[in-house]
């Protein structure tokens, strides 16, 4: 099946640095990767979407300057967390579709926790 | 975006039928319904996905109902390693794709 890849599984850094995380298509082409955040006993929240060679678009209430995404290839998508702070702490998942459509499903990474000390 | 409703918890004994209901009462005809679990600390699974008939698969059955208001996630034996959070999705045929999740419905297997 379709493999998706995170890198680093998990960070810590400290208030004020910015981090970057890296999501990887292993075995495919995505078309689309999305980029979620979940805290302790909640769900997923969708934080942007992206596409190859294009802009990100973020969800309402997620800043795009404090979230930087870049999807360069369709193999790889980084999300970088500027200025982060004790409350961006949180665990962050990728996910990547082959192709558009409802019927297809998307193939999430292992996630990346995100500690700000 | 439609709106999934579970229910927040559910336990099954070990190697009994699990029956996970969700309601989608807004659903549109080009939305499909995907079901994904999540263990602790990992990313979502893929389960099961289906748009107007009921569908199988080696994890799972998915019984959507006629009026595709409400579907059916059914684990056949549930096993220890089922224990998770499961999530009922409503995906579109055309647009952006993306995934609103619920707040899902943590199952919980006895031994």
């Known amino acids: 099946g379709a493999v998706v890849s995170q890198h680093p599984s998990w960070v810590i850094c400290k208030s004020g640095t910015s981090v970057k995380i890296e999501c990887r298509s292993l075995?495919?082409?995505?078309?689309?990767m999305f980029w979620y955040r979940q805290f302790p006993k909640q769900s997923l929240m969708l934080m942007a979407t992206?596409?190859?060679?294009?802009?990100?678009?973020?969800e309402q209430g997620v800043e795009k300057d404090k979230f930087l995404i870049n999807h360069a290839s369709l193999t790889l998508s980084t999300l970088t967390v500027t200025s982060a702070h004790p409350e961006d702490s949180s665990f962050y998942i990728c996910?990547?579709?082959?192709?558009?459509?409802?019927?297809?499903?998307?193939?999430f990474g292992p996630g990346t926790r995100l500690t700000v000390t | 975006d439609a709106k999934t409703t579970q229910p927040n918890s559910m336990e099954s004994n070990e190697e009994e039928p699990v029956h996970l209901p969700c309601n989608h009462s807004?659903?549109?005809?080009?939305?499909?319904i995907h079901w994904y679990r999540q263990l602790p600390s990992q990313g979502p699974e893929y389960v099961i996905h289906?748009?107007?008939s009921n569908v199988n698969n080696r994890m799972a059955s998915l019984a959507i109902a006629e009026d595709r208001k409400s579907s059916t996630l059914i684990l056949h034996r549930a096993t220890l390693r089922d224990a998770a959070v499961y999530y009922c999705?409503?995906?579109?045929?055309?647009?952006?794709?993306?995934?609103?999740f619920g707040t899902g419905t943590r199952l919980k297997v006895l031994a």
């Open positions: 999705i409503l995906n579109r045929v055309s647009g952006t794709y993306k995934y609103i």
């Open positions: 807004t659903i549109s005809g080009t939305d499909y």
């Open positions: 075995d495919f082409q995505a078309t689309t």
């Open positions: 289906g748009l107007t």
């Open positions: 996910s990547a579709t082959t192709t558009g459509g409802g019927g297809y499903e998307q193939y």
């Open positions: 992206s596409n190859e060679g294009s802009k990100a678009t973020h």
